[in-house]
């Protein structure tokens, strides 16, 4: 398995594997191993928005309003979001494009990444108009032990596949020393890492993102910071279809349908699997008590947040096949969130917030057979 | 003509209207559904279907393992028996 930006092997795409195949040559989408690859990629080039768009002026006011331990909350949350799409805008390329086999999933992964350095841009835009001076919060990200400590986690296994992969393919596999250290390499152990990997991944945008969210829309419930929410709302309906992309990767992998050894090293990878969704459900609570430190906000405290953590990690676990840890978190505790949540608004409005949708002129691209149906050509 | 059709839930049986989808119907009836897009992408909704079967207009992105279902999109064909609760508070009241 050597890396090349377009491999002279005149292989038939439809027979290699989503990775560790042949690299991908021609990037051809007239015919598609995994359909939905494709669909995913339409759908995200559907929701495409700019920051920009979304006026965000009252925003200030509200701000500067705020007791101090909300804005606490509020700035605070808003760097983590920026830390998680900081490392989303990159990562997926930098670690899964090198072992990408098909064109489908090649191009999905670049689109999931470019959708993630619009939410990053939108960071931006929110904190030049909250903050006279956008360095003060975005130099902090950096210094704040408590932003740190997440970032190691959440970077770690991107960083090992990516240290792994560069080992396979230079060396292959084997027993190797560079710079004094020892190093077994095996091509079912680079599996593993990439499987661990993307069970990391889902738990980042299927759990962390959300348990973020929850702080965002608790400010809008309060009609305050609506246009922070008008943006969080779109990074959410994006959010959405990253996860459902995801689960499909770990589920493909999961069936070993396409690589049999994958379903073996899934289930090689159980425990920690699990355990990768209990330590982010720990870390997320020891977050939440940073977050509420000073004092709560009307509507959220540390106790609701963590039974929302808990109940949203039973809920993903499952999504992927694993047993939810988290007996008792069967309902969840901030209904309301799901009212902000909702990407299209067909039924609830809440409150007077503008439909983001309809604020980015996003073009419904779902028509069905029947809606043309009178149409002749 | 669509007709009212059966749903039972693990506590309750009711009649989906041919003008609702099952995610609404749940939602009337107090149960502990998840939702965010309704419209097949996200996988929220998800439930198992215990028997019966259901339709789809256009195949949802959302990643379903068999016998799992999308309330928000899917059409009941028949009497549908899928494993969901009610909601808490909808608990008490009832
Ligand atoms: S609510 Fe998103 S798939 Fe049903
Ligand atoms: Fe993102
Ligand atoms: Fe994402």
Redesign the interface.
Known sequence: MKYSTFSLADNDQLKEPMFFGRPVNVARYDQQKYPIFEKLIEKQLSFFWRPEEVDVSQDRSDYRNLPEHEKHIFISNLKYQTLLDSIQGRSPNVAFLPLVSIPELETWIETWSFSETIHSRSYTHIIRNIVNDPAVVFDDIMRNQHIIERATDISKHYDDLIQYTLLYTKLGAGTHTVNGETHQVNLFELKRKLYLCMMSVNVLEAIRFYVSFACSFAFAERRLMEGNAKIIRLIARDEALHLTGTQHIINIMQEGKDDPEMAEVARSCREESIEIFRHAAQQEKEWAEYLFRDGSMIGLNKGILDQYIEYITNHRMDAVGLEPIFEKATQNPIPWINAWLVSDNVQVAPQEVEVSSYLVGQIDSEISADDLGDFEL | MKKAIQVSTEELAFQLAPSETLLEGLERTGH?V??????G????C?VTLHSGSVHY??TP???L?KNEILPCCCRPLEPIEVSI?L??KAKKSA
Do not use: D, I, M, W
């Open positions: 502990q998840e939702y965010q897009c309704r419209s992408y996200c996988g929220s998800r207009e256009t992105l959302a990643h393992n609760g909601k808490v």
